[in-house]
Every structure is written in C-alpha cells, then in structure tokens.
C-alpha cells in the first residue's frame, strides 16, 4: 500500500475545512443582525463556562479578507460556513436584510476568487430569537419560516453557491436545546424534544424542495451526526437491546423520514409513554424524504451502552456533562459507559474505526448515496511553546487516523466525496466557550490574531500530496 495518504483518495476528492457563523463571526449587534437563541443562551448566567458569548468569537465579520487568505493558503477545495439566519432576516420572517447578504456575497465571492467552492449550511443552530419566543422547533411554524428563508438565499446566492446544506445536526437542536438544554434554547421538555426531531426533519424537507425548484442543479445535503452506537457486552441481549433503542432515537429518528419517509416503528413506540407523536401530520415524512445528491457526516467518538442495573447516575458517562436533563428521551434505563480512550479534551474517545464503521453502515444502508465527511476533528489543550508555535502533534495523528479511516471506508466501497476538517480556527465551542479548542489555527482571543498550528502546515501538505 502507499504510504502517501492523499494517494488513497481520487483526484476530485474535496478536501475542506468548516466553520460556523455564531462560532466564529461576532458583530452580533451589527449589520442589522437580530439576536438569536444563542446570544439569549449564552448572555444567560450559568449558560455557558466563563459566561463566554458569541458576542465578538473570531471577528471573522471584520476579518473576512484575512480569513479567506488562510483559506487560500491552505490550498482547500471547498470552504463549509453557515449563514446566520437572524443576520440575513432579523426576525425570522419578512424581506431580507441586504446588509446581512452583503456579508456573505462577500465571503462567496471572495471564495470564488481563490478558486475555492463554497458549500453552504443553512441552518447551525442560530434560531432567530422571536421564532422560538413564537414555540422554537417545537412549533410546527418554525419549519415553514425556515422554507422560506432557503427559497430567498437559494436566491440570491444561488448563481454562485452550488452545494447547500438544510440543517446542521439536528440531533443537537432538538435533544441537547430541549431535552437535556446544555444548547440554546436551554429547555429540558421531552415531548417538545420529540416535536423539535419532527419539525426538523420536516424544516429539512420543506427547505430542501424549495432550493429544488429554484435552483434545479443545485448539489442538495443534509448534515447528521450520527452515534456510533455499540453494545458493553456484545453477547448480552439486553446490551444489544440498549443500542437499538439509542439508534432509534439518535439516528433513525432522522434517516428514517428522511431517507425512507417513515419513522421507524420501534422509535413510535419506545416513545410511547413521552408523546403521541400527533404532530406528524399526513404527508409529512413524504414531505421530510426529499432527493439528496449527498449525505453530510460528521463524526468524532463512539459511544458505548448497556441496560442500567440501577446504581449511579446512568447518563453520566454519555459525553454529554452534567446537564438538568438527558438527551435521551426515553432511555431513562439505558447505562453509557465510557470507551477506553484515549480521549479528546471533550472528553470524547478516539476511534477512527468508528468513522469506518459508521460510514460502511450507511453505504449498506443506502447504496446509492455519495456520502461526505462534514465534520471531522479534535479538540486538544494546545500549548504555546517557546518557539511561538502550537505543536499539536495529537491533533495530526487524529486527522490523520481519521482521513485514512475514510480511506478504509473508500476501499470498501463506500461512496465517499469529501473530507471537512473542524475546523479552520478556534472558536466558541457552545457551552464550553472559548475554552476547547479545535482549530488547525489558533485564535489569540486578547489580539484577534491568527495563528497556524503544525495541524495546519500538516494539512496543507496533504492537500497538497506532500504529506505522509
Ligand atoms: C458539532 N455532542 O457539535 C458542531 O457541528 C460544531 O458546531 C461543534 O463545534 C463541533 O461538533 C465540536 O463539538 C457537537 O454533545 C456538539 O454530542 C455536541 C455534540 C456533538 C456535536
């Protein structure tokens, strides 16, 4: 085999970086931006570590030509960045603010100047506030403002941007904003959890079918994080029985409406006693199930689980912090155990054979889909050696582990597209603020100076087919 890892990966590979708005923007107030979810969430006390806000984050809104500059350096393909829905329509309804477009007219074409393709993610979780003061996802509505707001970008940027992204993990809008709310908007409701999964899925549709019909050749995706979800004793019955549950509820609650137009009947009625499930009106898993041209994936740990034997807290170990509620709706019985390790500064464990695993399910699933890594990448405590640099030798090894376990899926047969590195810089990493780390460059958060990490030199060699 080569030992030259770009050599795994066809030419027309995309190799990319991503980001998203409230993580790395700021200018909250300015431009006509209106608040969303987040910047409520995070000016809450208590909300976020530190009380960090997105308020100020990267200034990537006042550092755009810089920003892209490094994107260029770098030699990506294609750049992954999300619109900040309140900053292109304040309030979630109406006529757009064009100072709001402007700035991402700007990013795009500045992308398309360096020769670099845009893939744009409409939705990364910044909820313009007066939709959820209207119910949030819960809300049937929020889908149908959510249609219209794609049908006016795939307007005005759709001559230029090619490849759109609905939703950016919907796992996390619905289960971490209202079940276990460690994500804005912070509320701890089971049932609406439940309500948020449908609406998104049907948000996802909606949307999907309008940029459709208004741009007919445009590449249409959907963003998941989906759980590597294995057994602590894979000869236990019970085991086994836990992870199908999880994988009903963290996955097949959203591949199944929206790749085969159904909600599996084991989720119904695991979730029996939590809702009726009477907000899935007739038509809307038809609706939900909308062509894609690729699947985005993000991936970064496994998760292991059992049935709970009664002692201790069962959702301790599920990656997911001490929050007032679980995510897991319905799934009170269920024990995560924490992986061996090694493990990420979240906490998270590393294990690219997960990557693979995950990425072979689907294609067995699902072989007609190309398939894209949207998300991939690590946070570490970068330290700030003598020489001025950050040696984040983990870091590499990770990436790299990864994007040859995409490789392994590639040789199987997977249809594999694209490789996104999360993420170009550091940035405000939700409710852990500016504490974890996961860019290739560093933020100095005191200068708003950038910095390139070895990760970053690393990478642009791969691209390059220099690196090994
Ligand atoms: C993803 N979890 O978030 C997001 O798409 C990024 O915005 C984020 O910065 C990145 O992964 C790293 O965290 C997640 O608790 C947040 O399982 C939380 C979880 C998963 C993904």
Same mark, same amino acid.
């Given at each position: 085999m080569s030992t030259n890892l770009r050599d795994r990966f066809p030419d027309d590979f995309i190799w990319g970086s991503a980001t998203a708005s409230y993580q790395i923007e700021g200018a909250a107030k300015e431009g006509g931006r209106g608040p969303s979810i987040w910047d409520t969430f995070s000016h809450t006390p208590g909300k976020t570590l530190n009380g960090d806000t997105g308020d100020v984050a990267c200034d990537h809104y006042h550092r755009l030509n810089e920003d892209l500059g490094h994107i260029a350096d770098l030699g990506l393909d294609a750049y992954r960045f999300s619109i900040a829905w309140p900053r292109v329509q304040p309030s979630g309804i109406g006529p757009l603010n064009q100072e709001g477009v402007d700035f991402y007219e700007r990013l795009v074409d500045g992308l398309l100047e360096r020769g670099v393709q845009p893939v744009a993610t =409409?939705?990364?979780? #910044? =909820? @313009?506030q007066e939709l959820e003061d209207a119910g949030g996802w819960p809300a049937r509505d929020t889908a149908y403002r959510f249609a219209e707001y794609a049908e006016h970008m795939a307007r005005v940027l759709g001559d230029r941007v090619h490849t759109w992204t609905t939703l950016n993990e919907p796992w996390c809008s619905a289960y971490l904003g209202y079940a276990s709310g460690v994500h804005a908007p912070g509320r701890t409701e089971p049932a609406s959890a439940l309500a948020a999964v449908h609406h998104l899925n049907l948000a996802h549709g909606l949307a999907g079918r309008a940029i459709r019909a208004e741009l007919p050749g445009a590449r249409l995706s959907v963003t998941l994080n989906l759980h590597v979800v294995r057994p602590v #004793? @894979?000869?236990?019955e019970s085991d086994v029985e836990a992870v199908r549950r999880i994988d009903a509820i963290a996955n097949r609650a959203f591949l199944g409406p929206q790749l085969d137009a159904a909600y599996p009947q084991d989720l119904l009625d695991d979730t029996a006693h939590v809702t009726d499930w009477s907000f899935v009106h007739d038509g809307d898993t038809d609706m939900a199930c909308v062509p894609l041209d690729i699947l985005g994936v993000n991936y970064y740990s496994t998760k292991q689980v059992r049935l709970w034997d009664g002692s201790g807290d069962p959702s301790a170990n599920d990656g997911h912090g001490n929050a007032a509620g679980s995510p897991w709706v319905a799934a009170d019985d269920i024990e995560f155990v924490r992986p061996p390790g090694p493990y990420t500064a979240m906490g998270w464990d590393i294990d690219p054979s997960g990557m693979t695993e995950l990425l072979l399910r689907l294609h067995r699933e699902y072989p007609e889909l190309p398939l894209m890594i949207t998300e991939n990448g690590a946070a570490f405590d970068d330290v700030v050696s003598d020489d001025g640099a950050v040696h984040d030798a983990r870091r590499v090894d990770y990436v790299r582990d990864h994007i040859a376990a995409v490789a392994d899926a590639r040789d199987a047969g997977a249809d594999m597209r694209g490789y996104f590195l999360w993420s170009l810089m550091d940035n405000f990493e939700w409710s852990y603020g500016y504490d974890r780390r996961f860019g290739i460059i560093r933020v100095n958060y005191e200068t708003g100076e950038r910095m390139w990490k070895d990760s970053a030199y690393w990478y642009r060699d791969l691209i390059a087919g220099r690196a090994t």
């Open positions: =409409l939705y990364h979780w #910044d =909820l @313009p #004793d @894979p000869g236990s």
